[in-house]
Nanobody, 124 residues
């Protein structure tokens, strides 16, 4: 399974950005997907997760109401729509995949496959 994240960039505070992750190598629709982020000098943290069908989602409290995870199984892609961005959202954003489970994981060790990350910088 290979994951390729893209869509990062520089955005002003209050702006929006959508990052994407294309998955290849196995049946995308059999994987739960997650987004994590790592800010400079900080540990990687959970952002959002979505079940294999897209019917269940989970968002970190810090992004709830501002970020939305979604997926397009026909195009093997998972998205993270980010609105009302603040400088505290500046980080490298990573997508991750794991074979579908009954629960949505939020810890990085629950995910088997990782993309290379895409940098999101929010200026004040």
């Amino acid at each position: 399974v290979q994951l390729q994240a893209s869509g990062g960039g520089l955005v002003q505070a209050g702006g929006s950005l959508r990052v994407s992750c294309v998955v290849s190598g196995r049946t995308f629709s059999s994987y739960d997907m997650g987004w994590f982020r790592q800010a400079p000098g900080k540990e990687r943290e959970f952002v959002a997760a979505i079940s294999m069908s897209g019917g269940r989602t989970r968002h970190a409290d810090s992004v709830k109401g501002r970020f939305t995870i979604s997926r397009d199984n026909a195009n093997n892609t998972v998205y993270l729509q980010m609105n009302s961005l603040t400088p505290e959202d500046t980080a490298v954003y990573y997508c991750a995949a794991t074979p579908a489970r009954d629960w949505l994981g939020y810890r990085d060790w629950e995910y088997n496959y990782w993309g290379q990350g895409t940098l999101v910088t929010v200026s004040s």
